[in-house]
């Protein structure tokens, strides 16, 4: 029975008591058959005597055998802890069944190969078996590692009292000395020495701490849900940064701490104390692993200023495209950080340099993959500086595009023309590239015109034959993308060259990859410069020279002005002023996202997403070049002609007014219509409310949308310092069953949200769960008639003359009437004992012998399990029985026994 209740409803009861709204009644039998698949079932809400009473509203059911994992979820949900201690216990719950997780695909794999593998299955069954074996030990080791938490997120008074305990010793202490061995002035290491090695490590010189920098981590903390391939990034050091604090003079600066986000983790590295240009030393916290789940995921990196007691003020961030890295290659980068990436005018606040490497297990399928749609990722924290710190590092200064802000609407008025600007340079320059045969696409070390050449040629096609534009018009777009690649791969830095559209058509053609990718420091950098500053002089020139023509212009109006009439100034300012501007500005902004949308295809920005672009109108280009392209456009212009114009148009016209002249059926088809489409929004709408109930529920309750597209106006690109180098196992090559994790926050499924593969694991536990019960239920109702004889007392004889009648007629085996006879006897004679207070022993006893055959036949119930009943039942007065027989759990037993 499950009851709706309203609470509190003040219009109808004012004492605030519990309103019945309605109710349903399911049984077991039914749930199991119909509804126990998870699906969403609506049930009409019934009064209290289960009867429709108008229309009382529905109420929506989910239904799904509950697993182990279910039980010992809802056990940690329920137990009387603080929420932090709850959100702790799921925490480790969650990663504990991961780890179990990882082991039984694993397994699932193997056994997969040895059962394609005849010929090795001895081999492939050793293999499984030891991998098991490691499972069992290895997963309890995983269930105990380390559970990271992020900076900002510790106990503030914790870091309180450490602050003013080195602000204390700080006063005592030195943070230099001079060595005369050397003759070299060293400096305390921050935030604290090797706990290795304290004398070698307390104080180093400049050149040291540089180079032991770069030497690899000691400690790693993994994080996300994906399992596409891995990004390993190390923070190294931050440059030249503005001091965000007071007191300047008395050595009191910027107490750094950098956070990192993609996909769905979030991480942060420790902080160092009073340092504009700080280095982050191998034993401390600054490097992490990001399991990703898309390859064209972005990482986003900020730097900030650790504050007690207030918000954490931002002091620059950075986005960084992963799909321009190669695999097996290490990358020291280099960045500018900016306060925004979405406006005109931002500011420079400093560098960071961080070491990255990505590590895809297939790339043919990771490519593939990046067709699918990208789903919205969120990240959850638990307080609201570090909420703040997240967004700051996803969206940067100006996170709110939505109001009206003077800043944001004069950047996006300058985007746009600044689009114009670069649109007319483009287009300018492609014509007179094309027109005059210039050099444009490098064969060795010549450029040759092949673009004109081809211009032509499809030009002359066109004008010889013209039904072929449509084939051609689909091949210009590929066409397009391909040379906007071709520039960018003729860049003078490769910092600013994408991947070729040959090296994904390779990659997933089956070829392996080129080599390992191998960039200098200040490689290219004097002629990407140069290259930089043309580009820059040119667009200067065009703006000038557009300026000019905009004054002369100005000055021809003035001087033809031929209105002579007063002019009326209006001098009232509407109250709904920026509200209005507001509307402008949203309506500006979602423009300006589908130009940004254009310009990172373009660009080849997103470059995945531009190879597949270019390779389905490619192949759509080509196959159409086969079709019978006159016929098509003939029958084409007489099917819309002649089927959508003609005067047989009336006829129809009448037929669509009279099946909708009545008003009641259009209102009555709009509202069919609409309550379609308010099902599937409030089924949206919940989905999202569980999921947000469950996040913050596991991880915090302040949500943060990760950004699945980069649509900025600035992009980030590595500074001439980066260097890419061939990776070899000593660097970067974490043992991952060490490092500490944080949960994975991406979760999917219906009732209890969880993360992918371990929700698909536990619907598999759910449905043979399922089965089971089934075939349970299936043979307790087999019983059925059996259970309602048992259960009849000898004070029913009227209900035990009937059921046997029930019997009689239900049973598909033919039985005499003296069978049926012999019952309702026995029946009569149990009366009768009852009612004279003779002994039950010998009434039950012959009323089971005389049934014996009958009830062999129609149940299936073994001889000795009658006997056992009849035994148990001998045990007992005649005024007991109808007790006992009403006890139905204890005729279960005695009939299972």
Request: net charge neutral.
């Amino acid at each position: 029975l499950v009851m709706a209740k309203q609470q509190g409803v003040q219009m109808i009861d004012r004492t605030n008591r519990s309103i019945l709204l309605g109710s349903v009644q399911l049984d077991y039998a039914t749930i199991l058959s119909q509804w126990c698949d998870e699906k969403r079932v609506e049930f009409p809400l019934m009064n209290e005597v289960n009867e429709e009473e108008g229309f009382r509203g529905t109420l929506a059911l989910r239904f799904r055998i509950a697993t182990k994992s279910d039980i010992e979820f809802t056990h940690t949900l329920n137990s009387k802890k603080t929420k932090k201690k709850i959100r702790e216990g799921s925490k480790r719950h969650l990663f504990a069944e991961e780890a179990v997780t990882k082991a039984v695909l694993k397994d699932r794999q193997l056994a997969s190969d040895s059962a394609h593998d005849d010929t090795e299955s001895e081999q492939s069954q050793s293999k499984r078996h030891l991998f098991l074996e490691e499972a069992k030990t290895k997963t309890t080791a995983m269930t105990d590692r380390q559970l990271g938490i992020l900076t900002t997120e510790e106990d503030e008074t914790i870091v309180a009292g450490s602050s003013v305990l080195n602000a204390i010793s700080s006063t005592f202490r030195r943070n230099s000395c001079f060595d005369r061995n050397t003759g070299l002035t060293k400096f305390r290491v921050k935030p604290n020495p090797d706990p290795k090695q304290i004398e070698a490590t307390t104080f180093m010189s400049d050149h040291e701490i540089k180079n032991e920098t770069r030497q690899p981590s000691q400690f790693w903390c993994e994080v996300g849900s994906g399992n596409m391939g891995k990004v390993y990034l190390e923070v190294l050091s931050c440059h030249d940064l503005p001091n965000m604090d007071l007191g300047e003079n008395w050595g009191n600066l910027t107490d750094a701490f950098v956070t990192a986000v993609c996909e769905d983790g979030v991480v942060q590295t420790a902080i160092i104390d009073d340092e504009l240009s700080p280095r982050w030393m191998p034993w401390v916290k600054r490097a992490f692993c990001f399991n990703i789940k898309h390859m064209t995921s972005m990482l986003y990196f900020a730097v900030f200023d650790y504050d007690l007691g207030f918000a954490h003020e931002p002091i620059g961030r950075v986005a960084v495209n992963l799909s321009h890295f190669k695999q097996d290659t290490v990358y020291t980068l280099k960045y500018n950080i900016y306060n925004a990436a979405n406006v005109t005018e931002r500011t420079n606040n400093g560098a960071i340099t961080v070491r990255l490497r990505v590590e895809v297990r297939n790339e043919k399928a990771a490519y593939i993959a990046a067709l699918q749609p990208r789903p919205k990722t969120y990240v959850n924290v638990e307080k609201e500086k570090t909420f703040r710190v997240v967004r700051y590092t996803c969206f940067g200064e100006y996170d709110n595009e939505e109001d009206f802000d003077v800043t944001i609407m004069r950047s996006y008025v300058n985007e746009i023309f600044g689009y114009r600007r670069m649109l007319n340079y483009t287009v300018n320059n492609s014509i007179k590239s094309l027109m005059f045969w210039r050099g444009q696409v490098r064969v060795f070390v010549v450029m040759l015109p092949l673009h004109s050449l081809l211009f032509f040629c499809v030009g002359a096609i066109i004008v010889e034959r013209p039904y072929m534009f449509p084939s051609l018009l689909l091949l210009s777009v590929p066409w397009i993308l391909l040379a906007r690649n071709r520039i960018s791969r003729q860049h003078p830095s490769p910092w600013r060259r994408c991947p070729s559209f040959m090296h994904y058509l390779r990659t997933l053609l089956g070829a392996s990859p080129k080599g390992r990718e191998r960039i200098d420091a200040y490689e290219g950098w004097e002629k990407a410069e140069e290259y930089e500053e043309n580009i820059k002089k040119q667009l200067e020139e065009k703006q000038e020279f557009a300026e000019k023509m905009a004054e002369k212009l100005q000055r021809l109006q003035e001087l033809g002005d031929d209105n002579i009439w007063t002019q009326v100034a209006g001098n009232v300012i509407p109250m709904d002023v920026f509200v209005r501007l507001g509307r402008y500005q949203t309506i500006m902004g979602g423009i300006l996202k589908k130009m940004r949308m254009v310009k990172i295809i373009l660009s080849w920005e997103d470059s995945i997403l531009a190879f597949w672009i270019t390779a389905v109108f490619l192949v759509i280009g080509l196959v159409s070049l086969l079709f019978p392209w006159p016929l098509i456009l003939t029958w084409t212009g007489r099917t819309i002609i002649w089927g959508l114009f003609g005067p047989h148009m009336k006829i129809v016209d009448y037929i669509l007014t009279s099946k909708y002249k009545s008003t009641d059926n259009k209102v009555e088809t709009s509202i069919i219509f609409f309550d379609r489409k308010e099902k599937l929004a409030r089924m949206r709408r919940e989905e999202a409310v569980k999921l947000k109930a469950a996040k913050c529920l596991r991880f915090g309750k302040f949500i943060t949308l990760v950004p699945s597209f980069n649509l900025v106006r600035h992009y980030d690109h590595p500074l001439p310092e980066s260097t890419a180098r061939p990776w070899r196992k000593i660097l970067m090559a974490p043992d991952l069953d060490e490092a500490s994790w944080l949960p994975h926050q991406q979760l999917c499924g219906t009732i209890i949200p969880r993360p992918e593969n371990l929700a698909m694991l536990n619907k598999e536990e759910s449905e043979r769960e399922k089965i089971q019960i089934k075939e349970q239920v299936q043979s307790l109702l087999k019983k059925e008639n059996f259970y309602e004889l048992s259960r009849t007392s000898a004070n029913n004889r009227s209900t035990v003359m009937e059921r046997s009648m029930v019997m009689k007629q239900s049973d598909n085996k033919a039985h005499t009437e003296t069978e049926y006879a012999v019952v309702i006897e026995q029946s009569n004679v149990e009366y009768k004992s009852d009612k004279d207070g003779v002994d039950g022993s010998a009434i039950t006893s012959s009323f089971f012998e005389s049934k014996t055959e009958w009830l062999l036949s129609k149940n299936g119930v073994t001889e000795e399990g009658l006997e056992i009943i009849a035994h148990s039942l001998s045990l007992t007065e005649v005024g007991e029985i109808s007790a006992i027989f009403q006890a139905s759990e204890t005729m279960n037993i005695a009939f299972y026994r």
